[in-house]
């Protein structure tokens, strides 16, 4: 298990919170965002639980695509292990500068997301039960004052 290391958590939490996410799905993009329900790709990819996970850039420091794909590589594995659902999806800032690939997965259960999360050194996933808003979960300890919407502080 790797140590995450995050300089200001509450920026990144801030970040993550503000990105556009998007589902591919039989040629469909469904988007996803925080604090807001996903009801168009729920209807569309039936579970109880989902969860956007990525193996880039662990703790949003750039690795390069090299490193990035085999953690990816490493991550399908593991889910695929699992037997759990996957579909593609990716996370992009609104300004469209950064762009990073994941995964959608159904019915994972919080303590293998956390589990899961922690492994590929990532400092935040989505995570959400079908028919509620998407949260946002920080694998760090609450800094004081932070208080981004929609945003559950796990601590590692």
């Not at 109880?48 to 953690?71: G, H, K, L, M, V």
């Not at 990816?72 to 800032?93: F, I, M, S």
């Amino acid at each position: 298990m790797r140590e995450l290391q995050i300089v200001d958590a509450a920026e990144l939490a801030s970040a993550y919170a503000a990105a556009e996410y998007v589902v591919a799905l039989d040629g469909d993009a469904f988007p996803l965002r925080v604090g807001e329900p996903a009801l168009d790709l729920e209807a569309y990819a039936p579970a109880s639980r989902y969860t956007f996970i990525t193996a880039w850039n662990p703790a949003s420091q750039p690795r390069s695509d090299t490193a990035n794909e085999a953690a990816d590589a490493l991550l399908v594995a593991q889910l695929e292990t699992l037997g759990a659902t996957r579909h593609p999806a990716w996370a992009q800032d609104v300004a469209g500068r950064w762009r990073e690939p994941g995964w959608l997965v159904a019915d994972l259960d919080a303590s293998t997301v956390l589990r899961l999360a922690e492994e590929f050194g990532q400092a935040g996933v989505l995570d959400w039960a079908a028919g509620e808003p998407v949260r946002l979960r920080m694998l760090a300890s609450p800094p004081a004052g932070a208080a981004v919407a929609h945003t559950d502080w796990l601590p590692a």
